[in-house]
C-alpha cells in the first residue's frame, strides 16, 4: 500500500455508501447501525492498543532513557488540561453548528446543501480524521483511517437515505481535508524523529482507546480536548532527551 490509502478508501466508502443509501432510503433499520457503531468502537480500541505498545519502542527509549511513560503521560495530562481550558471539543461542536446553521434552507430548497454540510462535518471533525490521517503520512499504516472509512460508509448509507445527493459530494471533502492531514504527517515526519513519532502514537493510542469507549457508548470522553497532547508529545520527547 501507499501513503494516502487510508483517504483514498474513506472516500470509495463515503461514495458507495451514499450510493446504497440513495437506493435503500430509510429502509436500513436502527439496530444494525447501533451494532456496527458498538464492534468499530471496539475495533478502535484495539487499534489503540496497537499505537500505545510504541510507548515502550527502542528509538524513544534511546532518546529519554526510562522515562517514556512518563513522557508520554505529561503529553496527556498537559494536553487535557490545555484542551480543556481552550474548550477544544466544545469549540469543534459549536463550529459545526455555527457552518450547519449559515446553510441550513427552508423546505427541501437546499436539501442538497444541507445533506453535504452535516456530511462533512460528521465524516472530517473528529479526532480519528486527525489522528488516522497524521499515521497515515508518517507511513505508520492507515489502519486508523480504513476504520473511519467503514464507519463513514455506514454513516454515508443513514445519510443519503434522507439527506440526498449532499451526501455523495461530501466524499470530495473528505478527500481534500484528510488528504492535507496525509501530506502535513508526510512533511513532519522529516521534522521529527522517530522517537518523536512513537511518543506521538503512544498518545494519539490513549486518545483512541477514548473514542472506542466514547462510540461504543460507555461514557462520553471529550476526546477532542485530549488532541493538544499530539502536538506536546514531540516537544516532551525533545526536553527529556536534554535531560537524560
Known sequence: ??????????????????L?????????????????????????????GFS?????????????????????????LVGTVLGSWLRV??????????????????????RFVDGLVVATLVFCVGPLTILGSISDGLGRGADQLLVKATLDGFAAMAFASTLGWGVLASAAMVGLLQG?????GFLAGDF?????VDALSAAGGVI???LGIRLMGVKQIPVGDLLPALLLAPVFTWAASLLA
Not at 192 to 196: F, I, P, W
Open 1 to 18: 500500500m501507499f501513503i494516502g490509502i487510508g483517504t483514498v478508501v474513506n472516500v470509495a466508502t463515503v461514495v458507495v455508501g451514499s
Open 20 to 48: 446504497i443509501g440513495l437506493a435503500l432510503g430509510n429502509r436500513i433499520p436502527e439496530r444494525i447501525k447501533d451494532t456496527v457503531t458498538t464492534v468499530l468502537g471496539l475495533f478502535t480500541m484495539v487499534l489503540g
Open 52 to 76: 500505545v505498545v510504541a510507548m515502550n519502542s527502542d528509538a524513544l527509549a534511546s532518546e529519554v532513557g526510562s522515562a517514556a511513560m512518563i513522557v508520554v503521560l505529561a503529553s496527556l
Open 89 to 110: 471539543e466544545d469549540r469543534l461542536e459549536q463550529g459545526a453548528s455555527w457552518i450547519r446553521s449559515k446553510f441550513k434552507g427552508a423546505g427541501d430548497e437546499n
Open 180 to 184: 492535507s492531514l496525509t501530506l502535513l
Open 192 to 196: 521529527l524523529s522517530v522517537g518523536q
Open 208 to 210: 483512541l482507546i477514548g
